[in-house]
């Protein structure tokens, strides 16, 4: 529905990021339900789905998957998400990060070799491209985007596509206001800023930092989905940040011609209010640009 200057988006992916599955769902940290809460984050997807909010063109999860790389846990993360997945009838793309294990994702998550190799890949959504990086550094928690990624990645980017690129992977390239962050942020970042820049990226999509948060890289727009198994308390002072049991949340991506929007979507919900209903709406779509002005713009007069 257009009741505004702007058309509807060509594309809409879902950006859900940091699940840390544990095998036979094992606390996190003693505490996290790591399961329960990314079943509570699929089922308010699938909710908003249903009521006819979204119908998206990929479920794109940028990352630490799982927590250790246990087999059982990239089995699990398979069982909960496919058949969500395939009810809305969207691919799923998977972004390793730096708790996830190459070897045991290739083979238990993608049904690939069970090496060190990256794991990347490239997507078509009708003309939109997504191309997911490997920031994952075997053995290590900080990221990289090594020397043979970013030629392959500029070998992809030499062609445009017809509705630009989205880049997703683990490691933002941000600043983070939180102290323990710079020890763990993607190294040699001007490395791929050459890459992208004067490319047709419109979007960088990452996870890593277990809250939202938004910026700039090369020019391109950055969008950081906060984690479903904890969030990060950036409430308190940045060497006093640490994780909660709330506010979790994913991310809906909206390409249009022109822009593309990145929306947090709470997994916590309330009940809505009773006054834009689809009757309202349909009041609204029958009227002209004019007089939709008049009836729902304009304020009444004061005094």
């Known amino acids: ?52 909010a979204i119908r998206p063109d990929a479920l794109v999860f940028t990352g630490d998957l799982t927590d ?19 009810r809305l009838g969207a691919p799923i793309v ?6 996830d294990e190459r070897p045991e994702m290739r083979r238990d998550l993608l049904g690939l070799s069970a090496d060190e190799q990256p794991v990347t890949g490239v997507w078509d959504l009708g003309g939109l491209r997504l191309v997911a990086l490997d920031s994952s550094v075997p053995g290590w ?8 990624q970013r030629e392959w990645l500029r070998q992809v980017l030499a062609t445009p596509a017809p509705l630009g690129t989205i880049l997703a992977l683990h490691h933002p390239p941000l600043p983070s206001h939180v102290p323990l962050f710079d020890i763990l942020e993607l190294r040699d970042q001007d490395a791929l ?13 990452a996870g890593h ?26 409430a308190r002072p940045p060497q006093r940040v640490n994780g909660m049991d709330a506010g979790q949340s994913f991310h809906l991506v ?8 990145h929306t947090v979507v709470p997994v916590a919900a309330d009940e809505a209010g009773g006054y834009f209903s689809p009757e309202w709406y349909a009041t609204m779509a029958a009227l002209s640009p004019a007089e939709r002005l008049e009836r729902f713009s304009r304020k009444p007069p004061r005094g």
Do not use: K
Request: hydrophobic fraction near 40%; include cysteine; proline fraction near 4%.
């Open 1 to 52: 529905m257009q009741l505004g200057q702007h058309a509807p988006a060509h594309r809409t992916i879902v950006h859900l990021s940091d699940t840390h599955l544990l095998a036979g769902n094992a606390p996190l940290g003693g505490r996290y339900d790591t399961e329960a809460n990314l079943a509570r984050t699929l089922e308010r997807l699938e909710q908003h789905a249903a009521d006819g």
């Open 141 to 148: 928690h900080h990221g990289e985007i090594d020397e043979a």
């Open 254 to 261: 909206h390409v249009y011609d022109d822009t593309i929007t």
């Open 68 to 86: 250790l790389g246990e087999p059982d846990a990239y089995l699990r993360l398979r069982a909960l998400v496919e058949p969500v997945a395939e």
């Open 209 to 234: 930092l277990h809250y939202s948060m938004s910026g700039t890289f090369a020019g391109v727009p950055v969008s950081v989905a906060s984690a479903s198994c904890y969030t990060m308390d950036v």
């Open 94 to 99: 998977w972004v390793a990060g730096n708790h």
């Open 193 to 205: 800023a050459d890459v992208i820049s004067g490319s047709d990226v419109r979007a960088i999509l």
